[in-house]
């Protein structure tokens, strides 16, 4: 039901744009949100958008460098990631949740893509 694509091999400094394509009956009416699994740490949450699009939140560390939006009308949510460090290397989780109002936490998603790895060398 959810497809997480655009990850690669970056340098630092760069920039990728990742999407993520739900299925029709997926998320239209729901936040979703960005999370990540770095190698050896647990997967963490990186920003969220709720369900029109209005109101969105992220994690401090990438605040100011990272950009979710969504198209409705395309069932696609986008992060756009700008200025990119060695540290954001990891694979990269899209997630719709129970709610339409935007969330941190992770026990608030139900549906869950399969992830997209992006690598960030120095």
């Known amino acids: 039901q959810l497809q997480a694509s655009g990850g690669g091999l970056v340098q630092a400094g760069g920039s990728l744009r990742l999407s993520c394509q739900a299925s029709?009956?997926?998320?239209?009416?729901?936040?979703l949100g960005w999370f990540r699994r770095a190698p050896g740490k647990e997967r963490e949450f990186v920003a969220t958008i709720d369900w029109r699009g209005s109101s969105t939140n992220y994690a401090d560390f990438v605040k100011g460098r990272f950009t979710i939006s969504r198209d409705n009308a395309r069932n696609t949510l986008y992060l756009q990631m700008d200025s990119l460090k060695p540290e954001d290397t990891a694979v990269y989780y899209c997630a719709v949740s129970l709610f339409s109002a935007i969330s941190s936490r992770l026990e608030n998603y139900r549906y869950w893509g399969q992830g997209t790895l992006v690598t960030v060398s120095s």
């Open positions: 029709r009956r997926t998320g239209s009416n729901n936040a």
